[in-house]
């Protein structure tokens, strides 16, 4: 029979503490990191639901319930693209300098000059995005926004962004590869559309079937434009941002 001497009581005892001490340890451990990584995925959902830069334009229809629309819709978008295009103001309404000079409200512009309604140079028009009541009414608004933020991103991140190894800036590379489609539209229309289309479906995971683009239709996006694409929006926004 096993022979309980004190010093056995002694050491049970001792080891039975520590390996309750260090259960007691592991276990607390677990419960902090949980409530950090809650933690840190609810900032990340704060920090998506931190509001672009909204104002409002000139309308032909005005209702503010368009810009509250314009306004979760960017408020809803990845913290990545966000941050992208904190130098981006949105505005819902027509574009003064098109509205005079076209005579109509356009659905969506960018305007990264800053074109006052009489053609002279308008510091707050600078860096705008625009779309119009008539484009929420309609239903296209967040493809029209998305669209028209992606001539910014075009023009103000991937222009900038080199394609390592190349020389050359995703912009160039993406226009080049998406002149080759052979499409009758200015390639960079064509991008601004293609480049909806891939936010459309890897960041927002929406049928892009049913998106409204009016210069290419989602068939016509071959596997290595998608591919430029995902590298350019990987390496230039997602990384960076
Ligand atoms: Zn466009």
């Known amino acids: 029979m096993f022979k309980l001497s004190r010093s056995t009581v002694f050491l049970t005892t ?8 260090t259960i007691i340890v592991i ?5 902090v990191s949980e409530s950090l990584t809650s933690k840190a ?8 639901s931190a509001p672009i830069a909204l104002l409002t334009g000139p309308q032909s229809n005005q209702e503010d319930v368009y810009t509250q ?3 979760e819709a960017a408020a809803d978008f ?10 981006i103001k949105i505005v819902n309404g027509c574009h003064p300098y098109l509205l005079k000079t076209n005579n ?5 512009a960018y305007d990264s000059y800053g074109w006052a309604a009489d053609g002279s140079h308008d510091q707050q028009l600078q860096d705008t995005v625009w779309v119009s ?14 669209h028209e933020l992606s001539h910014a991103l075009v023009d103000q991140v991937l222009a900038n962004c080199e394609a390592l190894p190349t020389s050359n800036s995703y912009k160039q590379l993406l226009v080049d590869a998406v002149s080759d489609l052979g499409i009758d539209e200015s390639a960079t229309e064509v991008l601004a559309d293609l480049l909806a289309l891939y936010f459309g479906k890897y960041f927002f995971d929406w049928d892009i079937s049913t998106m409204h683009t009016s210069y290419v239709d989602v068939e016509e996006i071959p596997y290595r434009v998608n591919a430029l694409m995902g590298a350019a929006v990987h390496r230039c926004i997602t990384l960076v941002f």
């Not at 276990?27 to 419960?31: E, H, I, N, P, R």
């Not at 995925?41 to 998506?48: F, L």
Request: proline letters at 2%.
């Open 14 to 21: 001792l080891f039975t503490s520590i390996l309750l001490a």
């Open 27 to 31: 276990l607390l451990f677990a419960t």
């Open 41 to 48: 995925q609810y900032s990340k959902r704060a920090a998506r």
């Open 69 to 71: 629309a314009l306004n």
């Open 78 to 87: 990845p913290h990545a693209l966000q941050v992208a295009l904190t130098g």
């Open 104 to 108: 109509s409200c356009v659905w969506g």
């Open 133 to 146: 009541s008539e484009a929420i009414a309609s239903g296209a608004g967040i493809d029209v926004l998305l």
